[in-house]
């Protein structure tokens, strides 16, 4: 599996499931999609993102025409009943639209689609995934990264303004790589970032200006 960041701005979700699983989806989907769907008997006692509910339990036959009225670029199958999941599974991939089985690890087919465990900060995304084999670790692990990126946000932004800086300026594509990596890598960069104790763009000129002086 190859991981690909997919923008849902527009996008509908269509959610089957209404259980702790099927929540939680929704909310990571309704933060972004512009509209998500939860089909479900029953919504257990949790925040759904906004998401909007509809309460039903459609047999797996039924499951196709959900699909063809509300038109989602992805299918969650988060139902307990497995009869519903494989066809939610089967009728959005007869329809070309992607699908998410919670309720499933190995044995994918080609086209499925992993929810990973996502760290964000800003606009850097961090996500991991085992493969299926261990959704605890992806939780344990994403908790552990999720310090390593604070103020990932903020170097993405600041080095961003540099590299348009340089690329106006008069340096070459060699100097400014130098120049952007040098400041990416250093601490007192990102610590001024993180704790704001002195100016991330005066550190970072700092480091810009002995990177350019040969000083590496
Ligand atoms: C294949 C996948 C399909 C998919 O949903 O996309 C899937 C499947 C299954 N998960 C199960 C169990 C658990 N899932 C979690 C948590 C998360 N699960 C997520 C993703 C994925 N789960 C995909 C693979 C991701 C990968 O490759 O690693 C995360 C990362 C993202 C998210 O869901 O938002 C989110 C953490 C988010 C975060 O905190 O950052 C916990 C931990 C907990 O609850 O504390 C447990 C209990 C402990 C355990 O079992 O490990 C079961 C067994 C159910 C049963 O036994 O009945 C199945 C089905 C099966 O294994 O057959
Ligand atoms: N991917 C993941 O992270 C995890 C996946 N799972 C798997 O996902 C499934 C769901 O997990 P939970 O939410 O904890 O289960 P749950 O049993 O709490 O919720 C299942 C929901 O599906 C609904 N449902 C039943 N029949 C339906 C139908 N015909 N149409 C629409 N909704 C229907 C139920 O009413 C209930 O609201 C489980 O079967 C389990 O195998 C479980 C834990 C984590």
Not at 168 to 193: F, H, I, M, T, Y
Request: some cysteine; charged content about 30%; proline content about 4%.
């Amino acid at each position: 599996m190859i991981p690909l960041y997919h923008d849902f701005t527009d996008e509908t979700v269509l959610v089957f499931g209404g259980g702790s699983v099927g929540a939680r989806k929704a909310r990571r989907f309704a933060a972004e999609a512009n509209v998500v769907v939860v089909v479900s008997p029953d919504f257990v006692d949790e925040a759904f993102g906004g998401a909007e509910r509809v309460r039903e339990a459609p047999s797996p036959d039924d499951v196709a025409g959900w699909i063809d009225r509300t038109n989602p670029a992805l299918v969650v199958a988060a139902t307990n009943d497995e009869a519903v999941n494989e066809a939610a599974e089967r009728a959005a991939r007869e329809r070309g639209v992607l699908v998410n089985r919670a309720d499933r690890s190995g044995g994918r087919d080609a086209g499925s689609v992993v929810v990973p465990a996502t760290v964000t900060d800003g606009d850097v995304t961090a996500a991991i995934s085992t493969g299926g084999a261990s959704p605890a670790l992806s939780k344990h692990l994403r908790e552990r990264v999720e310090a390593e990126l604070d103020g990932a946000g903020a170097m993405a932004e600041l080095t961003g303004e540099i590299r348009e800086t340089l690329k106006d300026g008069d340096c070459s594509p060699e100097e400014r790589r130098d120049a952007v990596r040098a400041v990416v890598r250093s601490s007192a960069v990102w610590k001024a970032l993180r704790t704001g104790e002195s100016k991330p763009r005066q550190e970072a000129d700092r480091v810009i200006r002995n990177t350019m002086g040969g000083d590496r």
